[in-house]
């Protein structure tokens, strides 16, 4: 596709359910990224995707989160147990991954609340 | 601990002037710096960016200025428009890691 392709773009969940974002990278690009943002925060890394590399996972808030990579392609961010804390925009970004300068792209996000 | 921080949430300023938008950085080990736009319901979308080589990147309206001494770095735009109205993010990041590292924003108003 043309941009970062994020599914669904609101997701309405009751407490202790568990839910799974998706997103779709720019076709050839090697590292995929997810980043979450609070109301009236920054943006805050949770982990990154590099290839065939072990995945990067420091950012993760606790282990009720999880995300998987299959290849080059879709990524998926689980969240079990949701919290109300976790209400937040999941953002996911995608970049050639050749070097650490290369730019990273977003997709529009996820809107996650949880009541 | 912050990081990466941009002590002023809004900013508004009247078109046709300048806009300057500042962002400080406390690691010493950040050495690639870029700034952000987004719009309501949008992801965030590049804009500028500058290494630690330099002191200054220009493109177009926009100028980004590094000062390694006092780790601070400031966004110019010149000349304001309508249209820039958005939140703007600076965001570092260090040789060998990938991921950047945020400031909370700061939302850029530009009056007609």
């Known amino acids: 596709g043309a941009g970062v392709s994020q599914s669904p773009s609101n997701k309405v969940t009751e407490k202790g359910k568990d839910v799974e974002l998706r997103c779709d990278p720019i076709s050839g690009h090697t590292a995929l990224y997810w980043y979450r943002q609070r109301l009236g925060q920054g943006l805050e890394f949770l982990i990154y995707f590099q290839g065939n590399s072990a995945p990067d996972k420091s950012g993760l808030p606790s282990d009720r989160f999880s995300a998987e990579r299959t290849g080059e392609s879709v990524s998926t961010l689980t969240i079990q147990r949701t919290q109300q804390e976790d209400s937040a925009v999941y953002l996911c970004?995608?970049?050639?991954?050749?070097?650490?300068?290369?730019?990273?792209?977003f997709g529009a996000g996820t809107r996650l609340s949880v009541l | 601990d912050q990081q990466v921080k941009q002590n002023s949430p809004s900013l508004s300023v009247q078109e046709g002037r300048i806009s300057i938008l500042n962002c400080d950085y406390t690691?010493?080990?950040?050495?690639?710096f870029l700034w952000y736009k987004k719009y309501p319901a949008e992801g965030p979308t590049f804009l500028i960016s500058i290494s630690s080589i330099k002191d200054k990147n220009e493109d177009g309206r926009f100028t980004v200025f590094l000062n390694k001494s006092a780790k601070h770095l400031s966004l110019h735009i010149v000349p304001s428009q309508p249209g820039d109205s958005a939140v703007y993010f600076c965001a570092a990041s260090a040789t060998g890691t990938y991921k950047y590292i945020f400031g909370t924003g700061t939302r850029l108003k530009v009056l007609a």
């Open positions: 970004a995608s970049s050639l991954g050749t070097s650490f300068q290369d730019i990273q792209y």
């Open positions: 690691n010493s080990m950040f050495d690639y």
